[in-house]
């Protein structure tokens, strides 16, 4: 056996699917997971993988990138079968889609009747102020 052997992915149980948390704060890391040619090609099907986060939280990456977040009504499902698959990754298909200003991430197969409104107060982070070197642009202005 090899030092660099790994366990084969164990493929998750996400039900009918949900859309994953936090895309207005997770925005730059969806484009950071996407390739420029794919960004205008929108749905695109995407192989998403689960990691435990702090706290309680499930965390949903994408291509190497954290890209959102499993939401409360999935948590518990998903924690389970993240210690179920033990050092095995745990794994899912999905989709990235545009949802007005922001782009969403799809867990679970793509839905027949076309993907379900956000209602608000879904996402609980805010989206982040625009920034450069990480001062934010409306401190710029106003040091004018």
Known sequence: MSLWHRLPPVTADVGNGFVATEAPAMQ?????ALLNSEVKKLPLVVELQFSAG???RVVV???NVYVGFV???HLADLRGQ??????APLRAPGMVYPDGKFRRVWVGA????GFPAVEAG???LPEPTPAIFGIPINRLR???
């Open 28 to 32: 730059r890391a969806i484009a950071m």
């Open 54 to 56: 702090a706290g309680e």
């Open 61 to 63: 990456g994408c291509r």
């Open 71 to 73: 939401p409360v009504s």
């Open 82 to 87: 993240l210690l179920a698959a033990g050092k």
């Open 110 to 113: 793509p839905p027949a009747d």
């Open 122 to 124: 879904y996402d609980e």
């Open 142 to 144: 106003r040091d004018r």
